[in-house]
């Protein structure tokens, strides 16, 4: 199994464009999130899913869409991007909660200028 | 919103010395959750539990899940250079339907001198 899956992993965007980062899980599971990073802080949760076609936001939202069509996949869309929006992003999905264990993909570098 | 305070913030170390860290939050948890995460990775789940009082062990890594389920402890023991990193606690919300998210601490950074 890969487990979670990014891509790509480094990306530097002007003001206002778009862009999508790409999720994927093999593991078969039902609950997937996104997650940003800034430097030296912890994580902040930007959306989550509980299933194909549901999808629901977290504690930071603006700025950011997601979808999911399938149990896999699950892609953050970036529109208008701001210097607010350089981060590392994070993709994580767990099985059901309880239990709560969630596993992480390897992350997206974003630079935004 | 519930929050999660990790100290310390920061560690230097030398090689081989046992490492001590905890997270406290002011409201219960039920569920504690240590992870790890490397230098430009994500991060990667190290211990978890799910009853109060429990002790649990992965490797040189020892968790505990405090007896009044509002905090937690991570021993390291003989750390090596590869314990570098930053360590983050995280419990789920609570109240609710949580649908499995996480609260976070700001987490504890490890250096760890040869």
């Known amino acids: 199994n890969a487990g979670v899956t990014q891509t790509p992993k480094f990306r530097i965007l002007k003001i206002g464009q778009s862009m999508t980062l790409q999720c994927a899980q093999d593991?078969?599971?039902?609950?997937m999130y996104w997650y940003r990073q800034d430097p030296g802080m912890g994580l902040k949760l930007i959306y989550y899913?509980?299933?194909?076609?549901?999808?629901d936001k977290g504690e930071v939202p603006n700025g950011y869409n997601v979808s999911r069509s399938t149990t896999e996949d699950f892609p953050l869309r970036l529109e208008l991007a701001a210097p607010s929006q350089t981060s590392v992003y994070f993709c994580?999905?767990?099985?059901?909660?309880?239990?709560?264990?969630?596993?992480f993909g390897p992350g997206t570098r974003l630079t935004v200028t | 919103g519930q929050q999660l305070n990790q100290s310390p913030q920061s560690m230097f170390i030398q090689e081989g010395e046992d490492v001590s860290m905890n997270c406290t939050s002011s409201?219960?948890?039920?569920?504690w959750l240590w992870y790890k995460q490397d230098p430009g990775e994500g991060p990667v789940l190290l211990i978890a539990?799910?009853?109060?009082?429990e002790l649990t062990s992965n490797g040189r890594l020892t968790a505990q899940f405090g007896i009044t389920r509002k905090d937690s402890f991570l021993n390291i023991s003989a750390s090596i250079p590869s314990d570098v990193g930053i360590y983050f606690c995280?419990?789920?919300?609570?109240?609710?339907?949580?649908?499995?998210?996480?609260?976070f601490g700001q987490g504890t950074i490890l250096t760890v001198h040869p």
């Open positions: 539990l799910y009853k109060a009082g």
């Open positions: 995280a419990g789920p919300d609570s109240g609710g339907t949580s649908y499995g998210k996480l609260t």
């Open positions: 593991m078969n599971h039902n609950y």
């Open positions: 899913s509980v299933g194909a076609g549901i999808t």
């Open positions: 409201s219960i948890f039920n569920t």
């Open positions: 994580a999905s767990s099985l059901t909660a309880p239990p709560y264990e969630q596993y």
